[in-house]
């Protein structure tokens, strides 16, 4: 599986933002997808995640209610809605994606750069 992400770009705060992570090769057998970010100094920590059922999706207190986390079957795409940014937003995110319920997520994509400016 190979995923690849875009969308971040830099946005005043308040704006909005929409990232894709776009999953091909063989994505039989993907038990969920997740959105990561990771900060200067920071640890690389889960934003959302959903089933690739598209059921299920998880959200970090600190941006439920202003993400959102999609699937399109067809696609094979999850994107992350992002509403209403702050500038704590800013970090780079990475998608990934596991096969098992109970496993890592060990298949990522490269990072995209999300900078809110306030």
């Known amino acids: 599986v190979q995923l690849q992400a875009s969308g971040g770009g830099l946005v005043q705060a308040g704006g909005s933002l929409r990232l894709s992570c776009e999953a091909s090769?063989?994505?039989?057998?993907?038990?969920?997808a997740a959105w990561f970010r990771q900060a200067p100094g920071a640890e690389r920590d889960m934003v959302s995640s959903?089933?690739?059922?598209?059921?299920?999706?998880y959200y970090a207190d600190s941006v439920k209610g202003r993400f959102t986390i999609s699937r399109d079957n067809a696609k094979n795409t999850v994107y992350l809605q992002m509403n209403s940014l702050k500038s704590e937003d800013t970090a780079v995110y990475y998608c990934?994606?596991?096969?098992?319920?109970?496993?890592?997520?060990?298949?990522w994509g490269q990072g995209t750069q999300v900078t809110v400016s306030s």
């Open positions: 090769g063989r994505t039989l057998g993907i038990y969920s």
């Open positions: 990934a994606v596991r096969k098992r319920s109970n496993g890592r997520y060990d298949i």
């Open positions: 959903i089933a690739w059922s598209g059921i299920n999706p």
